[in-house]
């Protein structure tokens, strides 16, 4: 198994451009969500998903949005990248509504100048 | 308001020394879970606790949850380079909703030779 696989591992993106950051994971787990990483602040959530169809936003979603099409992919948009989204960006999964033990992927390093 | 506060924010010993980290909130949670994070990496979970007053050891690591389910700590006997990371501590409130883990900001741990 894979586990969780993010691509790409890092990005420099120009102000007000868009990008997708995609996510994949091969345990077959229900739960999925996109946290993001910065200096001081701990690790937040932006969206997650509780299965294929079903999206939910969390702390910090403006800005974002996502999709889940199947159980495997949860990929993560950025419409209009801001300097303010300049992150590190992790996905992560777990089995089900009742396990909560999240399993990270790599991460995504994201400048925005 | 930072539901979970983790302490020391740094810590830097010799290697062979003991130490132990903390996590409090005013909050009660259902579990609480530690995960260590290397540079460039995600984090990877260690343990889960679930009851009040529980304590679990894998190798030269104690976790114990508090009675009140408040607070949890870890402690690390004889410490070596290896230990070296980003120790985060995370609390579920309620069930059935992966929105309901928060994080908390993180103890970060160098061992030195």
């Known amino acids: 198994n894979a586990g969780v696989t993010q691509t790409p591992k890092f990005q420099v993106l120009k102000t007000g451009q868009s990008m997708t950051l995609q996510c994949a994971q091969d345990?077959?787990?229900?739960?999925m969500s996109w946290y993001r990483q910065d200096p001081g602040m701990g690790l937040r959530l932006i969206h997650y998903?509780?299965?294929?169809?079903?999206?939910d936003q969390g702390e910090v979603p403006n800005g974002y949005n996502v999709s889940r099409s199947t159980t495997e992919d949860f990929p993560l948009r950025l419409l209009s990248a801001a300097p303010s989204q300049t992150s590190v960006y992790f996905c992560?999964?777990?089995?089900?509504?009742?396990?909560?033990?999240?399993?990270f992927g790599p991460g995504t390093r994201l400048t925005v100048t | 308001t930072q539901l979970l506060e983790q302490s020391p924010q740094f810590l830097s010993i010799q290697e062979g020394e003991n130490l132990t980290v903390y996590c409090n909130s005013s909050?009660?949670?259902?579990?609480l879970q530690w995960y260590r994070q290397e540079p460039g990496e995600g984090p990877v979970l260690l343990v889960t606790?679930?009851?009040?007053?529980e304590v679990k050891k894998l190798k030269r690591l104690t976790f114990q949850f508090g009675d009140a389910r408040k607070d949890s700590s870890l402690h690390i006997t004889a410490a070596q380079p290896g230990d070296t990371g980003l120790y985060l501590c995370a609390g579920v409130r309620g069930k059935g909703s992966q929105g309901n883990l928060i994080f908390g900001k993180g103890t970060k741990l160098s061992v030195k030779p």
């Open positions: 345990m077959n787990h229900e739960y």
């Open positions: 998903s509780v299965g294929a169809g079903i999206t």
């Open positions: 909050s009660v949670f259902s579990s």
């Open positions: 606790v679930v009851t009040g007053g």
């Open positions: 992560a999964s777990s089995r089900d509504r009742s396990h909560y033990e999240q399993y």
